[in-house]
């Protein structure tokens, strides 16, 4: 808010770019001095800029339009989050470290049944 003299109150926004926006807030009830501050600060301080697109589709596309849960499991729709199962990476191959403890455990096996087969040989 900067303070004037004999002059209406104004919301002086100055953004780390060095943009500032004036909003004169004469008349404003609380309510939309609110809402103001709060564009205010959620705002980078530049312009805005209209964007316009140089075309017009006269027909949309049969396909219908793209979202970003176009090829997404339709699971995801009635699942409620966090899920473990929906947090692990889709190609999760084993580490060297797995592969070799694998490796160990398998060794463990085969020594252990030549050992049973020894001593049921012997007996």
């Not at 609380?30 to 140089?54: C, F, H, M, V």
């Not at 403890?101 to 096996?109: G, R």
Request: glycine share 4%; hydrophobic share 30%.
């Amino acid at each position: 808010m900067k303070p004037r003299r004999h002059r209406s109150p104004v919301f002086v926004a100055e953004y780390l770019n060095g943009g500032r926006k004036w909003i004169p807030v004469n008349n404003f009830t609380r309510e939309d001095i609110n809402k103001w501050l709060d564009l205010l600060k959620t705002q980078s301080g530049i312009p805005e800029a209209r964007l316009k697109k140089y075309w017009c589709t006269k027909t949309p596309s049969i396909q219908g339009p793209w979202s970003p849960f176009l090829h997404k499991n339709p699971e995801f729709n009635i699942s409620k989050f966090p899920q473990e199962k929906f947090s692990l990476p889709k190609n999760l191959q084993p580490s060297a470290t797995d592969i070799l403890i694998e490796m160990f455990k398998n060794q463990k096996l085969i020594d252990a049944n030549e050992n049973n087969f020894k001593s049921s040989e012997q007996n």
